[in-house]
């Protein structure tokens, strides 16, 4: 299967700070990059997706790179709010495509 | 509507109870997959439903049975499970079926084994 490295494993920051989650992958035909946010028992929500014709993409206070030679993607969270903290998963295709692997995770604690 | 549902939300069983769980979908998705997922871990897949056909068993007991009725629903029978098994139950859906649809996810079914 794809192996999916997540780093940090936990992260916290003041508040109004930014967040950085780096994951890396090994299939390089691998082409759709999801990160999904899932706050203390509730289900996975996916708050941004990145596909490998572009290198980056923004939706207001995230955004989400894509080094394709590097095989990493990051995510990052500026001006953090304590509603951003939850445990963060990237996610990247398998090698036969069926499916995606999903990352360790990262617990976010965002400190007022 | 557009969200994946799950019932039930909390169950527990003993070792030799036979229960089952369902997931419903009305948004059209052809693709369905039942993940478990244990405290501080990322989803595990299970299973995957491509139009409504199993394409995809991760090697998951048999005391795990999935079953795919029509295109919305998906049910995961439960028998004979062990204490090891409680996790959190995830059914989620894609419009269609491979690694480049998103996924979204149901609320879950927290399941205990006793």
């Known amino acids: 299967g794809e192996n999916v490295e997540q780093h940090p494993s936990t992260l916290s920051v003041q508040e109004g700070d930014s967040a950085v989650i780096k994951c890396t992958y090994s299939?390089?035909?691998?082409?759709?990059f999801p990160w999904y946010k899932q706050e203390l028992g509730k289900r996975p929500q996916l708050i941004i997706d990145?596909?490998?014709?572009?290198g980056e993409k923004k939706d207001q206070r995230i955004a989400v790179t894509l080094n394709k030679t590097a095989k990493h993607f990051s995510l990052h969270i500026t001006e953090t709010q304590p509603e951003d903290s939850a445990v963060y998963f990237c996610?990247?295709?398998?090698?036969?495509?069926?499916?995606?692997?999903f990352g360790t995770g990262t617990s976010l604690t965002v400190i007022p | 509507d557009t969200e994946v549902t799950q019932t039930p939300k909390h169950l527990v069983m003993g070792m030799t109870n036979k229960k089952s769980l369902k997931c419903e979908q009305h948004m059209g998705h052809r693709a369905m997959y039942w993940y478990k997922q244990k405290a501080k871990k990322p989803p595990e897949l299970m299973f995957v439903?491509?139009?409504?056909?199993?394409?995809i068993n991760e090697s998951v007991p048999s005391r795990f049975s999935p079953e795919c009725p029509n295109s919305s629903l998906l049910n995961l029978h439960l028998h004979a499970l062990q204490p090891e098994d409680s996790a959190l139950y995830l059914c989620?859906?894609?419009?269609?079926?491979?690694?480049?649809?998103?996924?979204?996810f149901g609320p879950g079914t927290r399941l205990l084994v006793l």
């Open positions: 996610a990247a295709p398998s090698n036969t495509g069926n499916q995606f692997y």
């Open positions: 989620a859906s894609s419009q269609e079926p491979g690694a480049e649809e998103t996924q979204y």
């Open positions: 990145i596909r490998s014709n572009v």
């Open positions: 439903y491509s139009y409504e056909k199993l394409s």
């Open positions: 299939d390089s035909a691998s082409n759709y």
